[in-house]
């Protein structure tokens, strides 16, 4: 780059921090004024704080529209002064769209039944080092960004720290910490109310048409122990559909937990605790459909732009051997050899 380069780089990068710092305190705003509205009884009183919201809203997408001009521009200066980086960043973003389409589905079916009223799921990503879980985490936000009025999303990444206990109390401190929950004196004392208070917190964060996800990455150290899993269930996750589902600000409002593991669900607690697609119990965790790659869907994909100056038969015979090198499919494999194959063409 040269100097101006340099010069307006450093003015978007200033741009874009304090857009994103502008943006998440739009959201603070709308989240207060909506539990604001939640826990007002007087009708009369609503009315000032509902024109409020529209307001913000305003504002909200006025600033994710500069923010979105200002990524652009960042965008195709970064290509051009390093391109490489920039098709690493590219090919990350867009590497869920080999396939995933099952847990796509998933999510499309509860974003319809939460245009009948609201909705929430429990889901279980298993093998998420084997499935690349980032990258089906990524194809679930692509879905609900698509059907959002906006696109800011309320994502909280749990996990445990290596000095937490392995036990429901901590994850539940890790939980509320999220949701800036005060444990009260009785809370203190019992883990079921506990939960009940930040049950009761995370639905006054919800309002119309909000979208939250809570992905919860220590879930490895409760997954073996049927009694936690129980636990989970019974005393957070039943309680939180029932009064998010009761709520009174719920209309098109969507929530969804993720329980990411590296390894598989032992058997016994999958057929007790866990339900089929089917089936969709709302009181039970629902394993993501994840399955291996077939070699016409990374020929796809190669062909979408991803390489080049290919003809159709170099990107076949690339696909082929991309397919042959991981071990029938195996997702991880896939997306090692595709980044070494973008690398090497720069």
């Known amino acids: 780059m040269n100097e101006l380069s340099d010069r307006q780089r450093e003015r978007l ?15 603070r705003r709308l989240e207060a004024a909506n539990a604001q509205l939640n826990s007002t009884l007087n009708f009369s009183d609503k009315d000032p704080i509902r024109s409020q919201i529209k307001l913000i809203e305003r504002e909200i997408e006025g600033v994710e529209a500069e923010l979105d001009e200002t990524d652009r521009q960042l965008g195709e200066q970064d290509a ?3 391109p490489a ?13 080999i396939d995933y389409d099952e847990v796509k589905n998933l999510v499309r079916e509860l974003i ?11 889901f279980l990503l298993q093998e998420s080092i084997a499935y690349r879980g980032e990258l089906c985490l990524e194809a679930i936000y692509d879905e609900l960004r698509r059907a ?10 749990v996990r445990l720290q290596k000095q937490d206990e392995k ?19 009785a809370a203190a004392q019992s883990a079921e109310t506990y939960a009940g208070e930040i049950v009761q917190k995370i ?47 719920r209309q098109n409002a969507k929530l969804l937990i993720v329980l990411v593991i590296e390894g598989r669900c032992p058997e016994e607690i999958a057929d007790r605790h866990c339900c089929t697609e089917l089936e969709q119990a709302a009181e039970k965790i629902l394993p993501l459909p994840l ?10 994909f190669l062909k979408s732009g991803v390489i080049k100056n290919a003809d159709p038969k170099t990107i076949q015979r690339r696909a082929e051997r991309i397919y042959s090198a991981s071990r029938n499919g195996t997702p991880n494999l896939i997306c090692d050899a595709l980044e070494k194959l973008i690398l090497e063409e720069v």
């Open 148 to 157: 959002s009025f906006r696109e800011t999303i309320h994502r909280r990444e």
């Open 291 to 300: 399955r291996n790659w077939f070699r016409h869907e990374i020929e796809a």
């Open 80 to 82: 051009v002064a390093n």
């Open 13 to 27: 990068v200033k741009k874009q921090a304090a857009l994103t710092t502008q943006l998440a305190h739009l959201d």
């Open 203 to 249: 639905c006054s964060s919800v309002y119309l048409g909000s979208v939250s996800v809570i992905e919860i990455h220590t879930w490895d150290d409760f997954q073996e122990n049927e009694a936690s899993c129980a636990w989970f269930l019974e005393h957070f996750w039943r309680p939180l559909t029932m009064a998010f589902h009761s709520h009174g600000q």
């Open 167 to 185: 036990t429901m109390t901590s994850l539940l401190h890790r939980i509320a910490g999220h949701f800036n929950v005060q444990a009260s004196p």
């Open 85 to 97: 980086n920039h098709r690493h960043l590219v090919l990350k973003d867009t590497l869920h769209r």
């Open 112 to 122: 319809r039944r939460a245009l009948e009223d609201c909705a929430a799921g429990l």
